[in-house]
């Protein structure tokens, strides 16, 4: 046993085989040469560098010797990196949130059988419980922490150059815009709006998705955007058929609810009359369904480049 542990041990620390053993795999050899990471100068010949520990995904530009992120929460810290600025510091906790960080180990040794969500529900409930006094000494606590968070706050915008403070600015506008956009269309969902029409296209890919050949989601739709193309006129009719039925279905559903918004005060979300279809004779709605399949298919040209890029 001491003979194998020690033939094991220097296949691990030496480079040499590791004794296979009875009931083991085959014996393996360890690389001797130490593992760099890609990026120093023993990394691959020819590839990037890798980004550096911490740094976000999206890594965008370097502005004024500032890095700067894209769609990434840590776009502050991110700034400091390479430019020898502070980081920007963290806002201090609410008062409740002080409280639930506080009790949330004794909650849990009293309470070891429930979930998390079920934990935070009865520390919430025992803030609501908690005397208006005894809140009083963590909304104390608050204040103190967000006085010094201010002087903390003004040192570090006071050290940015005027090109990282822009590149910050709109860093965090794009992050807002995007919060916005994101709360609008969960709103809309729980107000049950109807889902916008398909393409012909679209019902093309749904229907022949899981029959296609390709190893990714991405080879598949290239190579049903490459049999959609060579249809005749006639193959796609059915699809664009469907499509148009599809409209007609979006139309009706839409104009439902719609009116059900104006019930609950909600007009802000009517579209307005320029954003309504206008009524087609037929001959015109065939050259729009013509005319949209084209673009349709121009725009799944676009989405495929981006993501072969």
Wanted: aromatic residues 6%.
């Amino acid at each position: 046993m001491k003979a194998r542990r020690a033939e094991a041990a220097g296949g691990r620390h030496g480079g040499g085989a590791v004794a296979a053993g009875p009931g083991r795999g085959p014996p393996h050899r360890r690389s001797a040469a130490p593992q760099v990471r890609a990026g120093g100068e023993a990394g691959r010949r020819g590839a990037p560098p890798r980004r550096g520990r911490g740094v976000p995904r999206g890594l965008a530009a370097v502005t004024g010797g500032a890095v700067v992120c894209r769609g990434g929460g840590a776009a502050e810290r991110c700034l400091c990196r390479g430019s020898g600025t502070k980081e920007r510091p963290k806002r201090p906790l609410t008062a409740y949130f002080r409280f639930l960080k506080e009790n949330h180990s004794a909650f849990r040794q009293r309470n070891p059988e429930i979930s998390n969500m079920e934990l935070v529900k009865k520390i919430a409930g025992a803030w609501k419980e908690l005397p208006a006094s005894q809140k009083q000494v963590y909304e104390e606590a608050r204040k103190t922490d967000w006085q010094r968070y201010e002087e903390q706050l003004a040192a570090y915008k006071a050290q940015l150059t005027p090109a990282q403070a822009a590149a910050l600015k709109e860093e965090r506008r794009k992050q807002l815009a995007k919060r916005r956009s994101f709360k609008a269309k969960r709103e809309l969902t729980v107000l049950g709006k109807p889902k916008r029409p398909r393409s012909g296209f679209n019902i093309f890919v749904s229907e022949n998705f899981q029959e296609s050949e390709g190893l990714s989601p991405v080879a598949k739709l290239k190579q049903l955007f490459d049999v959609w193309q060579k249809l005749s006129s006639s193959q796609k009719q059915p699809y664009l058929q469907l499509a148009e039925d599809d409209k007609v279905r979006y139309e009706n559903e839409m104009k439902s609810w719609e009116g059900k918004m104006v019930e609950l005060g909600r007009e802000d979300l009517i579209r307005s009359k320029n954003q309504r279809p206008k009524k087609k004779t037929a001959e015109t709605a065939k050259k729009s369904g013509i005319a949209k399949a084209s673009s349709n298919e121009n725009k799944a040209k676009l989405k495929l480049k981006k993501s072969e890029e």
